[in-house]
């Protein structure tokens, strides 16, 4: 029986995908049929992986270098708050284990 093709999809932005190239080419490597689908700007780079290409349609095909110019209001959001925070040493649930392990635990 042939493996199924596999489609990798992408929002149209460097950091999204760049991994999803790098799989497309380990995939294609690996004698797979691959298509990768987001923004029409990453169409060189996706078919240099050996990948078929699929652009995005309408506004979600999109220039990522352009956000600026395409959202104008981004700039006026206030920074979001971290949604996690790694726990310093002093933290009072640094040493909080389910079974105690020592006489502080």
């Known amino acids: 029986m042939a493996a199924a093709p596999i489609v990798l999809a992408a929002t149209p932005l ?4 760049r991994p999803v190239l ?7 490597g690996a004698g797979r049929r691959v298509t990768v689908v987001s923004g029409s ?21 999109f220039d990522d270098r352009r956000l600026g110019e395409l ?5 006026e959001l ?4 971290p949604f996690w925070r790694p726990r ?3 933290s009072p649930t640094w040493r909080r284990h389910r079974t105690p392990c020592c006489k502080k635990c």
């Open 14 to 17: 460097t950091g999204r995908i």
């Open 22 to 28: 790098n799989l497309a080419r380990h995939l294609v």
């Open 41 to 61: 700007r990453f169409a060189p780079q996706a078919e240099a992986t050996g990948a078929a290409f699929i652009p995005l349609a309408g506004p979600a095909d």
């Open 71 to 75: 959202q104008p209001w981004l700039h």
């Open 78 to 81: 206030a920074p979001a708050r």
């Open 88 to 90: 310093s040493a002093g």
